[in-house]
């Protein structure tokens, strides 16, 4: 495998070694408002995430997705039902889970190798190696050369690079993903999502992916799971045959099979979108 990278550093990883399934059982949560009254932000949710598979989740805002990903990363834990990795329960921060914020979250202070290198080092990797493990991650992700750059030197889509560079570097099991690609524009999000796509296929960790571009969710995943307006709940699974690797995800948005997969989608999200935005004006009103 060494040889299709023969510039990786030793001990860099390849692949996953052990990407791990998820298994998410009558998944409850519920949450006192400032009120001190009980709110469900997600109900009954059940999900099986296969090994290396990428899911992607999508629903109107406020349906539940980020808490399902709190539960799954161990961030909190379920007010009921059970969250699995690997056939082990999940009680506490999740061993082999990179997350990936819609914010950037990187240290301001430290430098684009700086951030990086946290991940490594934080896990016991000798400063040497893990530097040059670091700046082997950051020439994959197209950020040779500004190694020694702060986070606010950069546009919005180098730093999501260098935020894709830190969550993978550790070769999760794992990645969970909310939103990362959101707030950049059309041009630059069509690059991170072919970037990403190569970069899973070379490690293949099981990925929960949450987003509210469609288009995006059926470019990127193996399976799409539609959720309820609030409180979340599953309401359809979708499986997205389309060949892998899948290639430029601009052209792939044009094919036919992506097109009548977006529209069965579609068919199902609409109405919890429309459910979604009259509880909304509602509350408004």
């Known amino acids: 495998m060494n040889a299709i990278h023969p510039n990786r550093p030793p001990g860099a990883p390849e692949r996953a070694e052990d990407a791990a399934g998820i298994d998410i059982v009558g998944l409850t949560k519920r949450y006192l408002t400032p009120k001190n009254e009980t709110f469900t932000a997600i109900r009954d949710v059940t999900l099986r995430v296969e090994p290396g598979e990428f899911c992607a989740i999508v629903g109107p805002t406020g349906c539940g997705k980020s808490t399902t990903l709190a539960q799954v990363s161990g961030l909190e834990r379920p007010s009921a039902g059970s969250v699995k990795v690997h056939d082990q329960i999940v009680d506490g921060i ?31 990797t000798p400063k040497k190696e893990a530097t040059l493990l670091a700046r082997d991650w950051l020439r994959r992700v197209g950020l040779a050369g ?111 099979r992506f097109l009548e997969l977006q529209g069965q989608i579609w068919e199902s999200l609409k109405d919890e979108v429309t459910r979604a935005y009259k509880q909304s004006a509602g509350v408004a009103a």
């Not at 997350?99 to 934080?122: C, E, H, R, S």
């Not at 524009?185 to 190569?198: F, G, P, R, S």
Request: hydrophobic share 45%.
């Open 146 to 256: 500004f190694e020694d750059r702060y986070p606010h030197q950069l546009s919005g889509g180098m730093r999501k690079r260098v935020a894709m560079a830190a969550a993978l570097i550790n070769n999760p099991r794992i990645l969970l993903m909310d939103e990362p690609f959101g707030a950049l524009d059309v041009q630059t999000k069509a690059i991170m999502q072919n970037e990403l796509l190569q970069l899973w296929e070379e490690l293949r960790p099981s990925v929960l992916f949450i987003t509210h571009d469609l288009d995006e969710a059926v470019a990127l995943a193996d399976k799409v799971v539609i959720m309820t307006s609030s409180p979340g709940t599953i309401k359809d699974v979708f499986e997205i045959d389309l060949p892998r690797p899948r290639g430029d995800v601009q052209k792939i948005r044009h094919e036919e």
């Open 94 to 124: 999740t061993n082999g889970v990179s997350y990936m914020f819609q914010a950037d979250a990187l240290f301001p202070w430290k430098t684009v190798l700086g951030n990086v290198l946290i991940g490594p080092v934080l896990l016991g």
